[in-house]
């Protein structure tokens, strides 16, 4: 060793500052020789009886802990904010960034070598990933994995996707209350993450596809034993990534998020990777903006897991996961370095598909062409995307009139009403849920489909917001219109009765409102008070971005990898 180690200028000092450092740990019973000057490893825990999806954490902290002490370090685990996605109002996004910070100050003022981050449910995995490239130690994943498949009366049911189609067959009296709440139970039957193809999973999958997880990180059920024994080997690798110096900006490259974008098009990925691989971006200084996803446009999706397709996580995990994918991809596949110090090709090479009904090959797709669409216009002029493999194909090249709502409460107040004058063309618009407004960008982009037009069977609409929606779900949703209305964009001066044009095949989203309307219009126009007006949520909505720079907040940006010198005492 040339350099001295990061975490010897807390724990090799021989004198007061060292004697502290060290007598506090010692009261764990941690022996003498663990301050020797092995790499000490933080493994930074998101585990919380709130986050259901984290529930599995600690005792793959505990795997992670073995294969440390086996390759010769000192595993020392900490917790940080959990963010439990289902749990949190107004929405755990408002707090993707506070994760972010938490995560990035506790790696920087611990005397620590290298981090593993422990992870999973949908804003967990983007937020440690934010901060720990804004430190830029050693760092690498283990993910909580997928639940079980949900089961009810001997089906399979998927987290989130089976929830929105329950809930309108019970608005459209196909389904009987007892039943819906009956189904609870069954789709939730193991510790882990949403089994659905929603952002968990697609993220998880996003992180092995940039090579920042071992290998089939993403797929293996919470529960499966595999997953612990992946955790003890990624705890041996981080020892030898920390002497291998190899860092997140190493593995965080321009082609490693093209990897993600290819990946994300293949697995019928959430929308909300975009915002998420645009911050983690904007920390590595990596330049990546909504065009660069249109490399994903012409994929093919392979995966047939919901809510693109039918099966679950297990079945994707059984028929070879990630790994598999890659595989297919593999003519595409930008060369990038992974956590393995080696190309991603490592990561998939000798792949073998056990299920090719659940990953397709690359010529028998699901879906043709089934990555993200980015949509331009004078409605979105920073940019909106669209889900086509979630969407209804006849719906993505329209003209109709436009039905607005103010806010969620005046959608929530009148979105069953018998009355609403709309139509099954009716293009239904909401403002105030950009990332300012909300605040937060919640997850309701997917408007309930007004209920007298549930009764008549219709299932999908055109959807326009400054919203987010789940990764779970589907339909001709176009969300993240950016500027958001909050923020003064086009979208607040929409009225009903205006007309809009969708085209997803040529990449538009326009109002069809004059210039001279709209100007009038803005000149009257005043945003809503701030929903808050003090603490956290006050430094979120003054310094947000907006969703097209990925909603980080503007003085997160970047990275900051000094040690700190200055003692406490
Ligand atoms: Fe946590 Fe879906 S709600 S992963
Ligand atoms: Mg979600």
Request: with cysteine; aromatic share 6%.
């Amino acid at each position: 060793m040339t350099k001295k180690r990061r975490s010897q200028h807390w724990y090799g000092k021989l004198d007061k500052d060292g004697f502290i450092h060290r007598s506090w740990m010692k009261n764990q019973g941690f022996p003498d020789h663990a301050f020797d000057g092995r790499p000490i490893i933080g493994i930074c825990n998101t585990w919380s009886e709130l986050t259901p999806c984290n529930s599995g954490l600690r005792d793959l902290a505990e795997g992670v802990k073995r294969g440390v002490w086996e390759a010769g370090g000192f595993p020392v685990e900490f917790p940080v904010m959990s963010l439990g996605e289902t749990q949190m109002k107004p929405t755990a996004m408002l707090f993707r960034n506070l994760l972010a910070m938490d995560v990035e100050e506790s790696i920087r003022a611990y005397g620590i070598d290298g981090v593993v981050l422990l992870g999973g449910c949908d804003k967990t995995t983007p937020g440690q990933l934010m901060g720990a490239a804004s430190v830029d130690l050693p760092s690498i994943v283990v993910s909580s994995g997928p639940m079980l498949n949900g089961k009810y009366r001997g089906k399979d049911i998927g987290s989130g996707t089976d929830v929105w189609k329950f809930s309108e067959a019970v608005r459209a009296g196909e389904m009987t209350l007892q039943d819906f709440m009956n189904a609870e139970s069954g789709m939730s039957r193991s510790a882990g993450v949403c089994m659905t193809m929603g952002t968990a999973s697609t993220m998880a999958s996003l992180v092995e596809a940039m090579g920042m997880s071992l290998p089939t990180n993403a797929a293996l059920p919470a529960v499966d034993a595999r997953r612990m024994a992946l955790a003890h080997l990624t705890g041996k690798r981080i020892v030898e990534m920390v002497d291998e110096d190899l860092k997140p900006s190493d593995i965080l490259t321009k082609e490693a998020f093209e990897n993600a974008i290819l990946t994300n098009a293949a697995v019928g990925g959430s929308t909300n990777a975009v915002v998420h691989l645009l911050a983690l971006a904007g920390r590595v200084g990596v330049d990546l903006t909504l065009k660069d996803f249109e490399i994903g446009s012409g994929i093919p999706l392979l995966v047939n897991c919901m809510p693109s397709g039918k099966y679950l996580m297990e079945d994707f995990c059984y028929a070879g996961g990630v790994p598999v994918v890659l595989n297919e991809l593999k003519p595409f596949l930008r060369p990038a370095k992974t956590v393995l110090n080696k190309d991603i090709s490592a990561h998939y090479e000798g792949a073998e598909c056990f299920n090719r009904d659940v990953i397709r090959p690359f010529d028998d797709p699901v879906k043709p062409a089934a990555g993200l669409r980015v949509l331009r216009g004078n409605l979105a002029p920073n940019g909106a995307i669209v889900k086509p493999s979630a969407a209804t194909d006849a719906l993505l090249e329209t003209e109709a009139d436009a039905y607005v709502f103010e806010n969620i409460e005046d959608l929530k107040a009148n979105i069953d009403r018998d009355d609403l004058p709309v139509t099954a063309d009716t293009i239904l618009v909401l403002k105030g849920c950009g990332p300012k407004g909300y605040p937060g960008m919640p997850e309701v982009g997917n408007m309930p489909i007004p209920a007298k037009l549930v009764k008549e069977g219709v299932r999908d609409m055109i959807r326009v917001s400054d919203a987010r929606m789940s990764g779970t779900a589907f339909g001709t949703v176009i969300l993240h219109v950016s500027p958001e209305a909050q923020a003064g964009g086009t979208l607040a001066l929409v009225k009903t009765g205006d007309r809009i044009r969708v085209s997803a095949s040529k990449g538009e989203l326009e109002l069809l409102v004059d210039e001279a309307e709209l100007a009038t219009r803005r000149a009257a126009w005043q945003p809503d008070d701030p929903h808050y007006t003090r603490g956290y949520a006050k430094l979120y909505i003054d310094h947000v971005l907006q969703a097209d720079q990925g909603a980080d907040l503007d003085f997160l940006v970047g990275k900051d990898t000094r040690l700190v010198t200055r003692e406490s005492h």
